[in-house]
Nanobody, 120 residues
Framework: QEQLEESGGGLVQPGGSLRLSCAAS????????IGWFRQAPGKAREGVSC????????WYADSVKGRFTISRDNAKNTAFLQMNSLKVEDTGVYYC?????????????WGQGTQVTVSS
């Protein structure tokens, strides 16, 4: 069965760090772009970051630039989102998604989400 599974969420204080993982099973990530999205309570889902396959072009939302780092390890069939200097407004459910080659094509696969709560 082809699926994505996120892990690494949790409760952290403002200024803290978390590392999210997105593990693929049933297919290989080599030819897929991987994106991270988040949804805060009462708000629409928004894109956070994306890394394309091949040339590895990377995109970040302005709100996370300089604080979040996306990466991928094709050998482990896993992508990561390192989140530093977390803010209360980063709270939400974080989802990973995969799509063929380019970030514009995300949505072939979605994970179930992992909760990130930033609170003192």
């Amino acid at each position: 069965q082809e699926q994505l599974e996120e892990s690494g969420g949790g409760l952290v204080q403002p200024g803290g760090s978390l590392r999210l993982s997105c593990a693929a099973s049933g297919f290989t990530l080599d030819n897929y772009a991987i994106g991270w999205f988040r949804q805060a309570p009462g708000k629409a889902r928004e894109g956070v970051s994306c890394i394309a396959s091949g040339n590895g072009v990377i995109w970040y939302a302005d709100s996370v630039k300089g604080r979040f780092t996306i990466s991928r390890d094709n050998a482990k069939n896993t992508a990561f989102l390192q989140m530093n200097s977390l803010k209360v407004e980063d709270t939400g459910v974080y989802y990973c998604a995969a799509g063929r080659y380019y970030c514009s094509g995300l949505g072939d696969y979605w994970g179930q989400g992992t909760q990130v709560t930033v609170s003192s």
